[in-house]
C-alpha cells in the first residue's frame, strides 16, 4: 500500500478529481486524526499494516495531511467493512483513535463538492502555515534589494505566467499589503471565497506575483521598499495581461490618474468593503474565463 506524505493535499485533491472523473464509485475514507492530540507517528506503521492487510485492495493508497487527518482511497471501502476494520484493530490501538466521530466515509462521485471543499480548506491552512513559519525566517534573513529581487526572478517561470494562470482551476487573489491591520481585513473579506497569498513588500510582491500567477493582484502604493507604482510598472513588463487594482489610504487624484496610467484597473481606497473588493474580483477576465468554464464543463472551480 501507498502513503503519500510530500506534497499531500495537492496530490489528494488531484486523485480525487480523477476518481470523480473516471471511476465515481470509487471510496474516500477520512481519519480525522487532527482532532485528538495523539501523536499518529507513533501509530501509523501498525495502522497502514492493517489497512493493507484488511482490505486487500491493490488500489489502495494513504494520504497523511499537514494537519495528521489521513485520506485512505479504495474501491472496496463499503460502511460495513470499515466497521469490521475498526472493530479488529480496535484492540491495538489507543482508544483515542478510534472515538467516535474520528471516521467518514465518502463515495467519491457523490460527495466530490464537500471532498474538494476539506481539501481547498487544508491547502488553505498549509499555506497560511507555511507564510507564517517564512514570516519568522524573514525576520532572521536581510530583505532583498529592489535590483536584487530582480535578477532572482525565474526566467521558466515569467514565460509560463500566462500558461499556467489559465490551467489553474481555483481563483488565486494576491495581496500585496505592508500593514497588518489591513491584510487581515482583506483576509477576513475573502478567505472563504477565495485562494489567498499574502506579501508585505515590494520585492516579495515581485517574487511571488511570478510564482503564484493570480488572477487578481491587489498592489498598496505605500510600501516599505519599492513604491507601488514602480512595482506596477515592472509588473507589467513581466506580464503585460496582469489585472492589477491598487489599494491606498491616500485616494488622491494625482495617484488615481499615475496608477491608472501605468495599467491599473482600478483604485480602492482605505478602509476597504469586501463588496468593493470582490466587485473588482468579479471584473477580472481571468476569472470570468474560469467561471465559463466552470458552467461548460461543471462544478470545477471553487
Not at 471501502?77 to 476494520?85: N, S
Request: one cysteine or more; charged letters at 30%.
Amino acid at each position: 500500500m501507498q502513503l503519500i506524505r510530500q506534497k499531500t493535499e495537492e496530490k489528494l485533491i488531484q486523485a480525487l478529481k480523477h476518481y470523480w472523473e473516471e471511476q465515481p464509485t470509487h471510496r474516500c475514507l477520512q481519519l480525522k486524526f487532527s482532532q485528538t492530540d495523539e501523536d499518529i507517528e507513533e501509530w501509523l506503521e501498525l495502522l497502514m499494516y492493517e489497512l493493507g492487510t484488511q482490505f486487500d485492495d491493490p488500489s489502495l493508497q494513504a494520504y497523511l495531511c499537514h494537519d495528521r487527518d489521513i485520506f485512505v482511497l479504495a474501491r472496496t471501502l463499503t460502511q460495513k467493512r470499515v466497521e469490521e476494520f475498526f472493530a479488529h484493530i480496535a484492540p491495538k490501538l489507543t482508544p483515542a483513535l478510534i472515538s467516535p466521530g474520528l471516521a467518514a466515509l465518502f463515495e467519491i462521485g457523490v460527495d466530490w463538492p464537500k471532498l474538494r471543499r476539506i481539501c481547498e480548506k487544508k491547502i488553505e491552512n498549509l499555506k497560511l502555515l507555511e507564510a507564517m513559519r517564512g514570516a519568522k525566517t524573514a525576520e532572521k534573513t536581510p530583505k532583498l534589494t529592489k535590483e536584487e529581487a530582480l535578477k532572482s526572478l525565474d526566467k521558466d517561470l515569467i514565460q509560463t505566467l500566462a500558461s499556467r494562470r489559465r490551467k489553474r482551476g481555483q481563483p488565486e487573489i494576491m495581496i500585496v499589503e505592508d500593514d497588518l491591520f489591513s491584510q487581515k481585513m482583506v483576509g477576513n473579506a475573502l478567505k472563504n471565497k477565495y485562494l489567498l497569498s499574502m506579501s508585505a513588500d515590494g520585492a516579495g510582491a515581485l517574487m511571488n506575483y511570478v510564482n503564484k500567477a493570480p488572477d487578481v493582484l491587489f498592489l498598496d502604493i505605500g510600501l516599505p521598499d519599492i513604491n507601488g507604482h514602480d512595482v506596477l510598472e515592472r509588473l507589467f513588463k513581466l506580464d503585460p495581461q496582469a489585472y492589477v487594482v491598487m489599494f491606498s489610504g491616500n485616494g488622491d487624484r494625482e495617484n488615481v490618474l499615475k496608477a491608472v496610467e501605468l495599467g491599473a484597473k482600478g483604485f480602492v481606497g482605505k478602509p476597504f468593503t469586501q463588496e468593493k473588493l470582490i466587485q473588482y474580483i468579479e471584473k477580472s477576465p481571468f476569472i470570468q474565463e474560469k467561471l465559463n468554464r466552470e458552467k461548460q464543463y461543471g462544478n470545477l472551480v471553487h
